[in-house]
């Protein structure tokens, strides 16, 4: 429920404080009093889209403040802010919002209804929402499952779809394909091959004078008169002088870590010596082996990593390709299967929306009835589309029909009702909704429209009725349908400074009654006084 609300600076709307309480609130006062501006207010709460152009003029933004308080108790404080330049920022509760969190949280819980929505009723597409809202949980569980069998069926036709394109793509490159691994298979390149045998190249092509180096190197190091012998030979000298000075202990070591270490190195050269190649056929066998590998990093490379992986995709296409029937079958029978599920489930939410047309249908000429419409009649038809047609809400398309005097056939409501008359089937639909929905408040911005004298009555009595077992706010200019509210608030535009600025008053007593008689002509006679108090006093009767 909506307990209060804080406006500044929005359209005529210097500032404005307005508090509501439970049963019907109305909003009165002249044409362009800035009435529908409070609702704009409100608007901007339940994150609707924001107009810089509705800051007032010479102010800098709009700011708007209300105070919520939901079924459970919970106490919800939103404030948005809208600048000059467009720029909106929000709170909620005090922390930073975006206005998607605003409608996420405050929307559900106001209801608002405007001119819009006359408009709305005139369109078919909209009736099967209001049928599924009167059949409740048992249509929303239907349609839920028909939503997520229809996903499922365009998931598989999608799979389908796109295993058909890569086949019919596979089948135009299928010959390029078995070309391009016959070529790879072949040469039966491995990874890292290239490299290996560039790196065993220069031992091949330089084999005769590595192998000189390295057998003068060992030589040196471990032939008669070499490095190790002349080593052993300072060792000894050393070794024949080591008691005079012991200083000499520590180079006589050092010379034993020197000797060792030469011996390593001649074992290594020793070894690379003795692995060296000396085969003409197999540098001959590396330079071919290099040349197949360089053709085929030409064509499909530049990496041989490259070569690799176009091979592995060109055989895994083969496969599916190859395998296509087969997928193909199986995808098809997946399409069928889900195309099932989806029928099955279309066919449950027609079963349960037909089940609550009578229940609907009775309801709705029931509560029309009650305002002056009591010779309508409603019905409700259910058109099959094609399959191909189906869309996110069923398989048929449901329209709501309409008979305004017996013996007339019912025709669409776009073709026959006055401006007046969608008013009234619109209210009585929320009256009729109301049942089932569990909106705490219900906002009406002039359902009165075209309407007036004893239906303008039925009017007021049946949002009465509605604010009976939730919150109403209304817009209007009828004091048939003002003398029904709890709470009368007046919306009027004053001059002040040569500026023109919107006031809001709450109205009880006198003051009330002399609101109720301008309503009624425009002037607080004794006359229109007297008039106003009947007409209070009636709709008091008719409440109670």
Known sequence: MLEELHVRDLALIEEAWLEFGPGMTVLTGETG????????????????????????????????????????????????????????????????????????????????????EHQALLSAATHIGYLDRRAGVEAQGALTAYREARHSHREALAARDDLSRRLAEAARNADYLRFVSDEVAGVDPQPGEDAALEARLPTLQHGERLSEAAREAAHLLRGDGGA?????????????????????????????????LLDDASSEVRAYRDGIEHDPDALDAVLSRLSALGALRKKYGPRLEDVLALRDEAVAALIAYDAGEEGMRHAEEAVSQAEQAVRVAAERLTSVREAAVPAFVSALSAAVADLAMDSTRFEVTFAPLPFDSWTAEGSHRVEFLYAPAPGQPARPLARI??????????????????EADTVGTLVFDEVDAGIGGATAHAVGRRLSQLAATRQVIVVTHLAQVAAYADTQLVVEKRIVDGAASTSVERVEGDSRVAEIARMLSGNDTEAGMAHARELLEEAARARA
């Open 417 to 434: 009702a006055s401006g007046g008359e969608l008013s009234r089937v619109m209210l009585a639909l929320k009256s009729v909704l109301g």
């Open 33 to 116: 009093a800035g009435k529908t501006a409070l609702l704009g207010a409100l608007k901007l709460l339940i994150g609707e889209r924001a107009d810089s152009g509705a800051v007032r003029a010479g102010a800098a933004e709009t700011v708007v403040e209300g105070r919520f308080v939901t079924a459970g108790g919970q106490e919800l404080i939103a404030r948005r802010r809208v600048s000059a330049d467009g720029r909106s920022r929000c709170t909620l509760n005090d922390e930073m919002a975006t206005v998607g969190a605003l409608a996420d949280t405050l929307g559900p819980l106001v209801d608002l209804h405007g001119q819009h």
């Open 228 to 260: 190790l012998d002349r080593l052993a030979e300072a060792s000894a000298a050393l070794a024949k002088v080591a008691a005079i000075d012991i200083a000499l202990d520590g180079l006589s070591e050092r010379l034993v870590e020197v000797s060792a």
